[in-house]
């Protein structure tokens, strides 16, 4: 597994938690990254991504103002920062890499991503 996510876990409403995804592969480093999710029976859904460089990111519109990514291309992690959780943010977490960041219409598609690690789990009590 080249991408590993954690810092998944069980939070009640309004708390906050960090995301980490360490890629083991130098060939990630500088590669835009995305981090996306999947609630049981639903489809793996976009959260929000940063470019290569880190100075452009991207948020679905439901955690605008809640959560923020951010990279650290030297130590090869990228972060998500999730704060003011709501019961509709459990799922589990998953970080993607690729080569270039594609938008259709403004929306960050899973399927333009070929790079995926083992999710983490973050389950939101109300």
């Known amino acids: 597994v080249q991408l590993q996510a954690s810092g998944g876990g069980l939070v009640q409403t309004g708390g906050s938690l960090t995301l980490s995804c360490a890629a083991s592969?130098?060939?990630?480093?500088?590669?835009?990254k995305a981090w996306f999710h999947q609630a049981p029976g639903k489809e793996r859904e976009f959260v929000a991504a940063?470019?290569?460089?880190?100075?452009?990111?991207y948020y679905t519109n439901s955690v605008k103002g809640r959560f923020a990514i951010s990279r650290d291309n030297a130590k090869n992690m990228v972060y998500l920062q999730m704060n003011n959780l709501k019961p509709e943010d459990t799922a589990v977490y998953y970080c993607?890499?690729?080569?270039?960041?594609?938008?259709?219409?403004?929306?960050?598609?899973?399927?333009?991503?070929?790079?995926w690690g083992r999710g983490t789990q973050v389950t939101v009590s109300s």
């Open positions: 592969t130098q060939t990630f480093s500088n590669y835009p």
């Open positions: 940063i470019s290569g460089s880190g100075n452009i990111t």
């Open positions: 993607a890499a690729e080569k270039r960041l594609i938008r259709r219409d403004g929306v960050v598609s899973a399927t333009d991503f070929g790079n």
